[in-house]
């Protein structure tokens, strides 16, 4: 059978509530033209992002009954500890309530002033923590990356070439470690293959500097290699990802991504006087070393979910189902950045808007048509988010892409909801001269894109029905 079908069926359905044309014109109306300020009951197909929007199963709901909340040595920690022992083969685990506080503690302990970090791409709160301890974070993914229609199998490579240089430029001494993030979220949730890992983890080795994962979406990164790496083809999930992390001297994970929860994060590490340092901090900011910032339920969650996300037929089905999206609105003629990453598709809107100018907003045009059209919630990653308020028509770099992300929740939509999100896009491409630019009415000087409201050049008129 060629079908890859859903591997799993619905026993708990959660109403989406269908609205009017003329309902969501006002309802964006209301919302400054910015999805983020629309109620999520308002919206049909939600993917604004695939963090912590997963459906969990029935074995972890049984867990969340199941969750034991004592306060130190639960039983819920003693599975969590020894799940995550299993896959990774790292001797200290420590849980934490999200990926964001895994980063603060390990770059509050080995950051700071005139330390450098390298990565693929720094995910934006990962650069966050790393300059907000004084230290400066450096992107060093390979050059195919920026080009949309470059097909390299493994698009979140590290460039080799350009860590050597880095090394030689500032020394090794202030390179406390280098990270890659896997898959690469910033770069369109692009691959890292083991070839490279293994030749980044020689490199750094050579320095006697330690190689760290970001690794919210290892599992994804580990179907990739099984699929387009030779040699990997006959390797179960779980011995690729042994592989992996036997190559790291630590990792920070969000498990809101594929750990499957809503909620959770997890720092790795495999040197044991780090690791003291760091449950210093994790009591002083997250809760004590057995819990993290959780509740026992959550440990119960969690060690189930990062079993499930090393299942077969699950990351078949999953990178199938992104695949399946891709290649429809690549058959109708849509520009996406190529080939398709993990967790979500990027339309490139620069050539799908190619009448609204950069500075006019076209990534923005077209999520408020998506959402004006047929109720679908997605993000504008362009000129909108990481635009600066002083920027000129002139001044705005040719290189930035303006894009359109759809990112896909896990196990929560059906194949029916992406059919209808391939019309819609469809029938929007068909009418894309009449989407209108649109410019800033009010929005504060940093992370404009959560808060900022804007204004049609052209006014669209309501439908007529
Ligand atoms: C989501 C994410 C993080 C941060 O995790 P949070 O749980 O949102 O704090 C870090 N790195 C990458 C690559 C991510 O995708």
């Not at 791409?121 to 974070?137: K, L």
């Amino acid at each position: 059978m060629k079908t890859i079908i859903e591997p799993f069926r619905i026993k708990m359905v959660e109403p989406i509530r269908m609205t009017s044309e003329l309902e969501r014109t006002e309802i964006l109306q209301r919302a400054g033209m910015n999805v983020f300020l629309i109620p999520a009951q308002e919206v049909l197909i939600d993917l604004l992002t695939d963090s912590g929007t997963s459906a969990m199963s029935s074995e972890q709901w049984a867990g969340i009954m199941r969750g034991d909340e004592s306060y130190a040595g639960a039983t819920s920690w003693y599975r969590f500890e020894k799940v995550m022992h299993e896959i990774t083969g790292m001797p200290y685990i420590l849980p934490t309530h999200q990926g964001r506080a895994s980063e603060r503690i390990l770059f509050e302990l080995i950051g700071g002033p005139g330390k450098v970090i390298p990565n693929n791409n720094h995910f934006d709160t990962t650069r966050a923590n790393i300059e907000y301890s004084g230290a400066e974070a450096v992107d060093l993914v390979i050059d195919e990356a920026a080009d949309p229609n470059n097909l390299h199998p493994f698009k979140g490579n590290l460039d080799l070439r350009k860590l050597e240089n880095l090394i030689t430029h500032y020394g090794p001494k202030a390179i406390p470690l280098c990270m890659i993030t896997i898959t690469n979220n910033r770069g369109g949730g692009q691959p890292v293959s083991l070839e490279n890992i293994r030749k980044v983890h020689q490199v750094t080795k050579d320095y006697g500097i330690p190689l760290y994962l970001d690794a919210c979406r290892f599992a994804e990164n580990a179907a990739f290699i099984q699929q387009r790496e030779s040699g990997y083809a006959d390797r179960s999930i779980r011995e690729i990802v042994k592989e992996i992390f036997s190559l790291a001297e630590g990792a920070t994970i969000s498990a809101k991504k594929d750990g499957l929860v809503n909620i959770g994060g997890v720092l790795l590490l495999r040197n044991e006087s780090l690791a003291a340092k760091a449950n210093n901090l994790l009591i002083l900011s997250e809760g004590f070393v057995t819990y993290g910032g959780l509740a026992g339920r959550d440990l119960e969650a969690m060690a189930q979910g990062f079993q499930e996300t090393l299942e077969k037929d699950y990351l078949l089905y999953r990178l199938r189902s992104i695949a399946y999206l891709g290649n429809h609105l690549t058959q109708i003629g849509i520009p996406i950045v190529q080939p398709t990453g993990g967790h979500a598709i990027y339309i490139d809107a620069k050539s799908f808007c190619a009448h609204i100018p950069p500075y006019q907003f076209p990534g923005q045009a077209l999520v408020c048509a998506l959402y004006r059209y047929a109720g679908i919630r997605a993000v504008e990653i362009g000129t909108l988010m990481f635009g600066q308020a002083n920027e000129t028509p002139e001044s705005i770099p040719k290189e930035r892409m303006e894009l359109v992300r759809l990112a896909i929740p896990r196990r929560v939509y059906t194949q029916s909801h992406i059919d209808y999100v391939i019309e819609a896009l469809g029938e929007i491409f068909a009418k894309r001269e009449t989407l209108s630019g649109l410019k800033i009415v009010s929005a504060p000087s940093i992370l404009r894109h959560f808060t900022a409201r804007l204004q049609e050049i052209t006014p669209t008129n309501p439908p007529r029905n």
